[in-house]
Each structure stands twice: as structure tokens, then as C-alpha cells.
């Protein structure tokens, strides 16, 4: 650990004594005290000006959670759903910033693929592609080696780092499976899906058969998540009691043990099985929880063979923290059911779910030092979710009105989204809009109240707007501002000195004249 010399301490003890004078003068903590207000921003400001006035140190560690659709607005109203308005979840504490631009090279609004290509891989591609380069259109038949994208997971390999990934998805959907699969299209999971798409395994594998036997997947020490339908066959069942999908009689489950033989690798699907393992003693674990996703956190009963995202991300950080990983370590965690709560026009399950991501975030914050690990929260996508009207500070979104149509008089509620399946139960063909409130009553379980959505779909539609980059650690105020998606893996490579992308950020220490510059402002302002 850096050690600071004589005048940086010196500097320091004067940095905390002035900020201590601020303290002093601070005597209101209510809201309708204006200087509760201030209080709150001297103290923050304080903290960032001494943070960028430390040793910026290599980034042993990167831990990179993304909530899947979890927007700004998504943030905004989970808020109040999770303790009111002022909340602050455990990934917004952290020390920088910014908004990263999400679409893609052929479309404005990105979908989970080509997002995860653009932060894992460091390069922006079209819609539905996986970690391919952008002359590659989805479902195109092409397995050119020049045209696959290495990942930072690739980058980390070859640093010598552990590496792994849990989910609430499947465990080849979406952003996960540009951390270690080359597709032109995210839906071939399996062989099957493959031949539907026009093109064979033999050609392309499938993104299942990537993770199992690529190069990168077979090196990963821990995989948690859904997804098993993906790799058991056809002709065998299910715990579940389906069918699987691959038409070529393979069990990639089976084929896992196999190739592992010689080391401790350990196959379970239930959290019962998760908390009894003895992390010490195994070298590579593999956990499928479910035939395809996992359910929402606000459906998992006590009892459930599923476990928590929280549980999860700790076992994680067991398999990779261990002390013969000297080299660090790269941790994956995505949650991919905030997205698909708002494809379903129900926003309560989406907020749950940003509570039940936060608390997972903010266990492996716990487990980890933000001095050798670099922490990024984000989302891939954002959603269709708006917040309307003026509603008042204590009511309830999907309760109280939030105020009146101008010209049908009938109120309207405090959330609704461009897209999706519940336009039919606020629309009526000859009618037009319905009362709301009256909609609401008819559903007594509040975690299945949907609110009203504009254009009616299938499946409500990603949206397109800024990802939102929370970040701590060594050079994370590189995160901070503006910039492309894609900017993300480099920032992670040059933070972490992978891929050849160090450029000297081990030893850089912000310059003295930075240093006094900031003391000159404070002390003869």
C-alpha cells in the first residue's frame, strides 16, 4: 500500500481541518433547512477532491456488475419503492460517474448483445451480434477468426487473473456471452438454434458449446445462473421435467465434468447444494439453477431451490479470492431480470429486483478493497419507463393518481412505459383510455400491477438512452463524463495494465502543482 510522505499527510490533516470548518457551520439536517442541502454536497465534494489527491494504484481486481434496462428513470423510482425519494442504493456511493452512449454501429437503441460487446470487448457492433466485429450482420454465416473480439475476460486470462461470472439469466443470453463466445446471433445458445438460423455447429458453434469448451470458457473457475436447457439434449428430461434443446445428443453438463478431470470441479442446481459447498476445496464450480432464466427475486419464496443474486456473488468471490490467485481476479455479475420485469410492463418486480442487485453489489463491495479493485456498476440497455406528472412526495405510484387528463378528465398514474403487453388493459378499441385506479383495483397482488404502456407489444421494448457508469477504485474517474459504451473495456484494460494497455498507471501520482492548485482555491478563495 502506498505510503504517503510528509507533506501529503501534512496536506491531508489541512484538507480534513478545513472540511471540518465546513462541518462546524452545518447545523440543519432536514429537508426544509437549506443547509441540510449544503451539508450533503460540502461533504461529497470533500471526499472526491481527497480521492483524486491519492496514489492511483493498478487494478488487481475488476468487478463489473450490470443491471440489465436499469435506467436512470428505473434508479429514480426504485428509490422510493426501496425507502423513499432520498435513498441512495449501494452502487450510486460510489465515487465517479457518467453516462456511457449505448447504440449500436447499424441501430440507435442497443439490445444486451451488442451492449456487451461494446463494454466487454472495447469495440461497438451491430444489433444481435455477439463479440463480433461491426462488417458482421446478425445471423449472417461467418466464423472468420479476424472478424471474433477478444474480451476483457480474454485480457484477464492472459494477465494470469481467475475469472467468473453469475447471473440471473441464462448463462448464454445476452451480455454474458460476449464474455466468452463469438456469435452473429445472440439466439443461437444451442445447435438447434443454430440450424434454425441457416448455418451449422460445425461452422459457428453455439454460444453452450463455446462456454463448455472454447478457449475461454473452459478456463472460467466459477459460472452461476440459468439457462440449463441449453445444454442437455433432446432425448433426456429436465429436473424441471422438459425436454432439452440440443438436437446433437450432446450433455455439455456431463462434458463439463469430463473435462475436468484431475481437478476439483463441483456441478450443482440448488442453493442448498451452493451453501454447502467448501469453496477451499474446489477448483472450478458450475451452478445452472434453472431450465432458463431465474425467477424474479419477488418470486423466490423461502425454501426455493433458487438462490439469491446476493448468495451468488458471494461464493463467487470465494472460488476467485483465494490467496493462490495471486495475480487477482475478474468478476462478471449481471442481472437480467430488471430488463425483462419492464418487458412485462411490471415496474414493482423491476424495482425489487434494482433492491435485490444492490444488495448483492454491496456485498462484494464489502468483500473487496477499493484500493486494489476497481468496481463498476452500469446498465447495457435502458427501458421505456417514464415518470409523468407531478405527483406527490409520499404517495404511491401504483396507488394514487398523479394527476388529470386535460381532455378525458380521468387521472393518470406517476409511471408508464412507450411499450408493451398491458396497453390492452388500459386501452379499450372505441373507448380509448380507462381509469386507471379502477384498472389497479382488479388486481390485488401489487407485485403483478402492471401501469400503462402506449404502444401495445408482445414484449416491451429496450430504450435507448445514456447507460449510467457508477464507478470506485483505482482509476475510476476515468469513468466520469461522457463517452462511448465501448470506452468501458478500455478504461478496465488500462486500469487493470492488461492487454498491453498499462501506459505507465502504476506509478502515476497526481502532480504537486494539481496538488497545491486545489489548497490555493480552497485557503484564498
Known amino acids: 500500500m502506498y505510503r504517503w510522505g510528509v507533506w501529503e499527510a501534512l496536506l491531508s490533516l489541512v484538507l480534513i481541518f478545513m472540511a471540518g470548518s465546513v462541518w462546524i457551520q452545518v447545523e440543519g439536517h432536514e429537508e426544509h433547512d437549506a443547509h441540510y442541502w449544503k451539508h450533503m454536497a460540502h461533504e461529497l465534494l470533500y471526499e472526491k477532491k481527497d480521492y483524486t489527491m491519492q496514489k492511483i494504484n493498478i487494478a ?17 423510482a426504485a428509490r422510493f419503492y426501496n425507502g423513499g425519494d432520498n435513498e441512495t442504493f449501494a452502487f450510486e456511493r460510489l465515487k465517479w460517474s457518467g453516462n456511457a452512449r449505448t447504440y449500436c454501429v447499424d441501430s ?31 445471423g449472417e454465416c461467418t466464423n472468420d477468426a479476424a472478424k471474433k473480439l477478444a474480451s476483457i475476460a480474454k485480457w484477464a486470462l492472459e494477465a494470469g487473473k481467475a475469472v467468473g461470472f453469475a447471473t440471473t439469466s441464462r448463462v448464454t443470453s445476452g451480455s454474458n456471452a460476449a ?14 438454434d443454430v440450424s434454425a438460423g441457416g448455418c451449422t455447429a460445425a461452422t459457428v458453434p453455439d454460444i453452450a458449446h463455446q462456454l463448455i469448451h472454447g478457449d475461454i470458457g473452459k478456463q472460467f473457475k466459477v459460472i452461476l445462473g440459468g439457462g440449463r436447457k441449453h445444454f442437455i439434449p433432446t432425448t433426456e428430461t429436465d429436473p424441471s ?17 469430463q473435462s475436468k478431470q484431475g481437478a476439483n470441479a463441483t456441478y450443482i442446481t440448488t442453493v442448498g447444494e451452493l451453501a454447502s459447498l467448501d469453496t477451499s476445496k474446489i477448483d472450478y464450480l458450475l451452478g445452472l439453477f434453472d431450465y432458463d432464466h431465474l425467477p424474479f427475486s419477488s418470486d423466490i419464496a423461502n425454501g ?27 468478476l462478471f455479475v449481471e442481472d437480467g431480470n430488471i430488463r425483462r420485469a419492464h418487458g412485462q410492463n411490471k415496474p414493482r418486480k423491476a424495482f425489487d429486483q434494482v433492491r435485490h442487485y444492490a444488495s448483492a453489489f454491496n456485498m462484494a463491495n464489502m468483500m473487496a478493497s477499493e484500493q486494489n479493485t476497481l468496481f463498476i456498476s452500469m446498465n447495457d440497455v435502458g427501458s421505456t419507463l417514464s415518470l409523468p406528472g407531478y ?32 396497453h390492452s388493459q388500459y386501452y379499450r378499441p372505441g373507448v380509448g383510455r380507462l381509469n386507471p385506479m379502477e384498472v389497479l383495483q ?31 477504485g483505482p482509476w475510476a474517474f476515468m469513468l466520469s463524463g ?34 497545491l492548485g486545489a489548497v490555493s482555491v480552497r485557503l484564498f478563495a
Not at 488487481?60 to 429514480?76: C, D, L, P
Not at 426455493?304 to 475478474?330: C, I, W
Not at 397482488?445 to 470506485?472: K, W
Open 60 to 76: 488487481k481486481n475488476i468487478m463489473v456488475f450490470v443491471g440489465a434496462g436499469m435506467s436512470q428513470a428505473t434508479v429514480t
Open 108 to 138: 440507435r437503441v442497443p439490445d444486451s448483445a451488442c451492449a456487451g460487446t461494446a463494454f466487454l470487448t472495447g469495440v461497438k457492433s451491430n444489433f444481435g451480434t455477439v463479440a463480433m466485429d461491426p462488417t458482421v450482420h446478425r
Open 179 to 192: 464474455l466468452y463466445a463469438n456469435s452473429p446471433d445472440s439466439d443461437w445458445e444451442n445447435d438447434a
Open 241 to 257: 421435467g422438459a425436454r432439452g434443446l440440443r438436437a446433437d445428443g450432446k450433455n455439455l453438463i456431463n462434458e463439463w465434468k
Open 304 to 330: 426455493s431451490d433458487t438462490p439469491a443474486l446476493v448468495r451468488m456473488v458471494h461464493y463467487s468471490l470465494e472460488m476467485l479470492q483465494k490467496p493462490e490467485h495471486t495475480n487477482g481476479f475478474l
Open 391 to 422: 405527483p406527490e412526495r409520499s404517495s404511491d405510484p401504483l396507488a394514487t393518481a398523479a394527476g388529470t387528463g386535460s381532455d378525458d378528465t380521468l387521472p393518470y398514474l406517476g409511471l408508464s412505459y412507450a411499450t408493451g403487453p398491458s
Open 442 to 472: 382488479g388486481v390485488p397482488n401489487v407485485l403483478e400491477r402492471t401501469c400503462p404502456a402506449l404502444v401495445p407489444m408482445v414484449e416491451g421494448a429496450d430504450g435507448g438512452e445514456d447507460a449510467s457508469v457508477y464507478a470506485s
Open 482 to 515: 461522457g463517452y462511448e459504451q465501448h470506452f468501458v473495456a478500455h478504461t478496465i484494460a488500462f486500469a487493470s495494465c492488461m492487454d498491453g494497455a498499462c501506459d505507465g498507471a502504476a506509478t502515476l501520482v497526481l502532480s504537486w502543482v494539481a496538488i
